[in-house]
């Protein structure tokens, strides 16, 4: 069981400590990773020593953003930090030795599973990024470019670029900051939300072709096989945001898709839904979590399985 910390003890935390470890979650998005090399960036413009363990599945859009924040192989931590992750089984496999010696989570997910020592907690925020904006804050007094780059990073890939229902005042305010910082918005809004490679554009036909509606067209359900993948030469880096498409469409509540992973018997299901509905309330009957308009799940099931069962938890609400 974590000890929560308020935002001031955290920084005082953080001043009082050196020699950082900061660990995001597996397959990471932008505002792990982005949240991850502002932190790094931050502590280390006070003098500290601060890196980002090395996660495997980081694709190439965001890389860039982490790779001068990667800590060497004989790097030796005392403390370690993770970020954006709610729980110490969503850490990537090569992290698995840290599992149970986390100093600090920093999180916005409100189903953190109060797994690491201490523990600071915001679910009002929309993206951890926000998080760490306000902890150098108080740590330096400023930002940096580099670190507003990365901040930048976090708060549009978690809102879609600032089009969610969960975008808060508080998140455009930073994000304003965040470019008067210097965090090239024009530039990273172009790479993140207006590039797409041909293969995902494939990826899309199939998915859209496929989508099937329930519920007199309020729940929309999308399908990722591997065949598509294989079909369409989609990578993971295609897979960036591809959950947001199903609940797109005009009348639905609930948008899901289903994605086989490395057999047909193993797939990831991301929920997106608007109110009355709960998305982490539906995944939570799987065992996942997230937050109210955004959760997700795996399961060692079938695409079919899986529908079968969303179904039947769907007609319960």
Same mark, same amino acid.
């Given at each position: 069981?974590?000890?929560? +910390? ?59 953003? /982490? ?29 698995? *030795? ?6 600090? %989570? ?15 907690? &915001?679910?009002?925020?929309?993206? #951890?990024?926000?998080?760490? $904006?306000?902890?150098?804050? +108080? ?21 879609? #670029? $600032?089009? $969610? ?13 965040? /470019?008067?910082? =210097?965090?090239?918005?024009?530039? +990273? ?19 859209? %072709? ?24 989609? &990578? ?17 509540? *609930? =948008? ?10 193993? #797939?990831? *299901? ?10 982490? *309330?539906?995944?939570?009957? $799987? ?16 695409? &079919? ?9 769907? =007609?319960?609400?």
């Amino acid at each position: 069981m974590s000890k929560m +910390l308020t935002l001031s003890e955290t920084v005082a935390w953080l001043k009082e400590n050196d020699d950082f470890l900061i660990l995001t979650h597996r397959r990471p998005d932008g505002d792990t990773l982005g949240s991850a090399g502002a932190l790094a960036q931050g502590l280390r413009e006070v003098g500290k020593s601060a890196y980002v363990f090395y996660n495997p599945e980081t694709t190439p859009r965001y890389a860039g953003f /982490v790779e001068d924040y990667i800590a060497p192989d004989d790097y030796v931590t005392k403390n370690i930090i993770a970020v954006d992750t709610a729980s110490a089984d969503l850490l990537p496999k090569n992290a698995a *030795v840290y599992k149970n010696s986390i100093s600090l %989570c920093i999180d916005h997910h409100k189903s953190n599973m109060l797994y690491a020592e201490l523990l600071f907690l &915001d679910a009002d925020r929309a993206t #951890c990024g926000e998080i760490i $904006f306000e902890i150098l804050m +108080l740590i330096s007094g400023s930002i940096s470019s580099a670190t507003a780059e990365c901040l930048y990073v976090a708060l549009s890939t978690d809102t879609g #670029c $600032f089009s $969610f229902g969960n975008t808060t005042a508080n998140t455009l305010y930073v994000a304003s900051l965040l /470019v008067e910082a =210097g965090a090239p918005n024009k530039e +990273l809004n172009k790479l993140l939300f207006r590039t797409k490679t041909n293969a995902r554009v494939s990826l899309e036909g199939m998915l859209v %072709c496929g989508i099937e509606y329930s519920f007199d067209g309020k729940v929309a359900i999308a399908s990722i096989t591997l065949d598509m993948l294989k079909a369409s030469d989609a &990578d993971e880096d295609d897979m960036d945001d591809i959950a947001a498409i199903p609940g797109s469409i005009e009348g639905v509540y *609930v =948008g899901i898709t289903i994605r086989e992973l490395s057999s047909a018997h193993d #797939c990831k *299901v991301s929920v997106r839904t608007r109110a009355p509905y709960d998305a982490q *309330v539906i995944c939570s009957h $799987f065992g996942g979590g997230g937050h109210s308009q955004a959760a997700g799940f795996v399961a060692e099931k079938t695409i &079919d399985e899986i529908k079968m069962e969303l179904m039947e938890v769907l =007609g319960e609400m």
